[in-house]
């Protein structure tokens, strides 16, 4: 009886290891609409906290999901600029459905700066008209 | 001749030299913003070891041949999250640099001998990531189409170019040489 206790129990450890093992391998990628933004700011209050110190501020928003309202100034493909120095690229929406001058909040990930463009990026974005 | 005829001869011949200067400038670079770049190394019966950034940047001066081109590192897309995690987090260490760029140029580039077809250019400079520089000596496929320009093409980097140490355990499941990919499509500006 108690040699089956431990097989039963023993086989029930390796089950959930497995199970835990195989679930850290295949995890899901973030859904950064869903988590809860770091930052919620104006799109050139960031951007001139950006200009102010950019070695700081990449260690403080590299990765960090910011929400940012701006203006849009243009819209290439799926990406939506703001305020001319910001660059959201879209997750699932349609950029097209937007117009410039709209005033919008986003939701995105801060993944850098780009000197040759030389805007900010943010990608995996959603947007709500203001 | 009066003098006002005069001067307005100047002006609108000034005007029209400043317009043709300004046409030119615009016309001289080619911007593209949504540059394509894959990299792959994947070994045979393991998980493929691949990444895709769809959102690189590449210019142009159609006047020297001179390219430019980056990529930030957060934004290559791995399918396994896992995978693109330790990427970012124990290989390209993105948090300390987020970027890979290379500034070169295209020889003998001739904006008028380009067409439809594509037609094989040879460029040369340095690519720099990971705080490493490496020479890249490559060709490309260029081609024109409108006032768009096409180039693909791909080239061999390894990990130790830049210093990236890849730690036994999964050593034998990452390819000893990395294949890089491009394609990419510019606009005229």
Do not use: W
């Given at each position: 009886m108690k040699k089956k206790n431990i097989l039963v129990f023993s086989l029930i450890i390796a089950i959930a290891l497995t199970a835990f093992v195989f679930n850290y391998i295949n995890k899901d990628h973030r859904d950064i609409s869903a988590e809860k933004s770091d930052v919620h700011t104006t799109s050139t209050a960031f951007f001139s906290s950006f200009t102010a110190n950019q070695k700081e501020f990449d260690g403080q928003y590299l990765d960090k999901v910011v929400e940012l309202s701006g203006i849009v100034t243009a819209i290439e493909d799926n990406s939506v600029i703001l305020d001319e120095n910001i660059v959201v690229t879209l997750k699932d929406q349609d950029a097209t459905t937007l117009s410039n001058n709209n005033k919008i909040t986003i939701k995105g990930r801060y993944v850098g700066y780009d000197d040759l463009l030389e805007q900010l990026k943010i990608d995996q974005a959603t947007f709500t008209i203001k | 001749?009066?003098?006002?005829?005069?001067?307005?001869?100047?002006?609108?011949?000034?005007?029209?030299?400043?317009?043709?200067?300004?046409?030119?400038?615009?016309?001289?670079?080619?911007?593209?913003?949504?540059?394509?770049?894959?990299?792959?190394?994947?070994?045979?019966?393991?998980?493929?070891?691949?990444?895709?950034?769809?959102?690189?940047?590449?210019?142009?001066?159609?006047?020297?041949?001179?390219?430019?081109?980056?990529?930030?590192?957060?934004?290559?897309?791995?399918?396994?999250?896992?995978?693109?995690?330790?990427?970012?987090?124990?290989y390209i260490e993105s948090d300390t640099y987020p970027k890979a760029i290379f500034k070169g140029k295209i020889a003998a580039f001739d904006l008028q001998q380009l067409s439809e077809k594509e037609k094989e250019f040879k460029v040369s400079g340095s690519l720099t990531l990971h705080g490493k520089e490496k020479k890249i000596d490559t060709p490309v496929l260029i081609s024109k189409v409108g006032d768009q320009l096409f180039l693909k093409g791909k080239f061999i980097v390894t990990p130790q170019d830049f210093d990236i140490s890849i730690p036994k355990?999964?050593?034998?499941?990452?390819?000893?040489?990395?294949?890089?990919?491009?394609?990419?499509?510019?606009?005229?500006?």
């Open positions: - | 001749m009066d003098k006002r005829r005069k001067t307005r001869i100047i002006k609108s011949f000034l005007f029209i030299s400043l317009l043709c200067i300004s046409i030119s400038f615009a016309q001289e670079k080619y911007i593209g913003k949504k540059g394509i770049l894959t990299f792959e190394a994947s070994e045979k019966a393991f998980e493929p070891v691949k990444a895709k950034n769809e959102s690189v940047t590449v210019i142009i001066n159609t006047t020297t041949g001179e390219i430019a081109s980056l990529a930030l590192m957060k934004e290559f897309r791995f399918r396994n999250a896992l995978m693109e995690e330790h990427f970012n987090e124990n355990i999964v050593r034998n499941k990452i390819a000893k040489n990395i294949q890089v990919f491009i394609d990419f499509k510019l606009k005229a500006k």
